[in-house]
T-cell receptor, first 114, second 109 residues
Framework: GAVVSQHPSWVICKSGTSVKIECRSL??????MFWYRQFPKQSLMLMAT?????????EQGVEKDKFLINHASLTLSTLTVTSAHPEDSSFYIC??????????FGQGTRLTVV | AQRVTQPEKLLSVFKGAPVELKCNYS??????LFWYVQYSRQRLQLLLR??SRESIKGFTADLNKGETSFHLKKPFAQEEDSAMYYC???????????FGQGTTLQVKP
């Protein structure tokens, strides 16, 4: 199957700093990428949908100025957590798909804000 | 509102026993439902989707629109089936997935 890679796999940052997480589709062109957040022992919650070359669509309750999403190419989307705080600590997962195919998931990024 | 409910956080069975992981959904449109699996230290991966009507690794799931359910079943559980299972619903053509809370399946030897 298709491969989606996230980088970094884990990151620790200081409160108030910004962190960028990359999501790459390695062997296919992803017209749409999705960003999810997962709290410990809880389900995945969709944060936003990004289509290549257009602005991301955020789910209700997700602050777009806090979680900046850029989908500049068909193989790369980035999520930047701006001015991170401890409550932003979580597991962030991206998925990518092309057309109406199934979505493929990245391995996730564990963010810890101290 | 769209919702996926998996009532069991943990399901523990012995090897060879039948397994049924429950999933109920709430969606006003025509649903497309999936089961995803996450093995230990691995990424989430698609197990099966209702439109395929296929059996993967011995698992099957039938969409019951009357009961709004999509339960995952396997007649004889194997130890390698131990994992976290998520039921998910996609919203129309958007590709957005709404996940259930997940059920940990533990298959004991």
């Amino acid at each position: 199957g298709a491969v989606v890679s996230q980088h970094p796999s884990w990151v620790i940052c200081k409160s108030g700093t910004s962190v960028k997480i990359e999501c790459r589709s390695l062997d296919f062109q992803a017209t749409t990428m999705f960003w999810y957040r997962q709290f410990p022992k809880q389900s995945l919650m969709l944060m936003a949908t990004s289509n290549e070359g257009s602005k991301a669509t955020y789910e209700q309750g997700v602050e777009k100025d806090k979680f900046l999403i850029n989908h500049a190419s068909l193989t790369l989307s980035t999520l930047t957590v701006t001015s991170a705080h401890p409550e932003d600590s979580s597991f962030y997962i991206c998925s990518a798909r092309t057309g109406r195919t199934q979505a493929f998931f990245g391995q996730g990024t564990r963010l810890t804000v101290v | 509102a769209q919702r996926v409910t998996q009532p069991e956080k943990l399901l523990s069975v012995f090897k060879g026993a039948p397994v049924e992981l429950k999933c109920n959904y709430s969606y006003s449109g025509s649903p497309e439902l999936f089961w995803y699996v996450q093995y230990s230290r691995q990424r989430l991966q698609l197990l099966l989707r209702h439109i395929s009507r296929e059996s993967i690794k011995g698992f099957t799931a039938d969409l019951n629109k009357g009961e709004t359910s999509f339960h995952l079943k396997k007649p004889f559980a194997q130890e390698e089936d131990s994992a976290m299972y998520y039921c998910a619903l996609t919203l129309g053509n958007t590709g957005k997935l709404i996940f259930g809370q997940g059920t940990t399946l533990q298959v004991k030897p």
